[in-house]
């Protein structure tokens, strides 16, 4: 499913092609969404790595603080880590 900026993006792209509801209802969404957003501010030398990191991953901000924190707990053994089992079909890649 695609994210609501993502959908935001598109409309932009395609606006004759909309519907007024439609619209009405990604701007809600948009709305809420940076209604309820919280800002993690850090100190600049973290956020110049942030940006250099981004730019390497092909990734926004927010998804690459989310990349690195996932990363981070499921290294440290706070979430379960996506193992792989023997007999398992990896498509080339293990």
Do not use: C
């Amino acid at each position: 499913m695609l994210d609501t900026a993502a959908l935001l993006e598109d409309a932009a792209d395609r606006i004759a092609d909309i519907s007024r509801a439609d619209l009405q209802i990604m701007l809600r969404r948009a709305a809420l969404r940076l209604r309820n957003a919280g800002a993690l501010s850090m100190d600049e030398d973290v956020e110049e790595t942030l940006r250099d990191l981004s730019g390497e991953f092909g990734m926004t901000r927010n998804d690459t603080v989310r990349f690195i924190v996932r990363e981070w707990m499921e290294k440290n053994t706070y979430l379960p880590v996506h193992e792989l089992d023997e007999d398992g079909d990896v498509d080339g890649t293990a």
